[in-house]
């Protein structure tokens, strides 16, 4: 059977992370973001698919009248 050394001052560094640790991270992270958002848009090209979204907002035709008659 394995036995693990007690936890000493020494080696309670290995539970924690390096600054450049965690930069290295981050940078996986945001190149992981890059390359799923530029895949998603690659797939969506060439499928040519377009989002099927509702019209925009309607406008009101402005009646001269109604706004004659609210002001005086």
Do not use: C, W, Y
């Not at 190149?31 to 895949?39: C, D, H, I, M, N």
């Not at 060439?46 to 309607?58: I, V, Y």
Request: hydrophobic letters at 45%.
């Amino acid at each position: 059977m394995l036995r693990t050394p007690p936890i000493t001052i020494t080696n309670i560094s290995n539970f924690f992370l390096h600054p450049m640790d965690l930069l290295l991270l981050l940078q996986k992270t945001l190149v992981g973001l890059f390359s799923a958002a530029t895949a998603a848009i690659l797939i969506s090209k060439l499928r040519g698919k377009r989002l099927n979204l509702p019209p925009g907002p309607f406008t009101l035709p402005s009646s001269e009248a109604g706004s004659k008659s609210a002001t005086t």
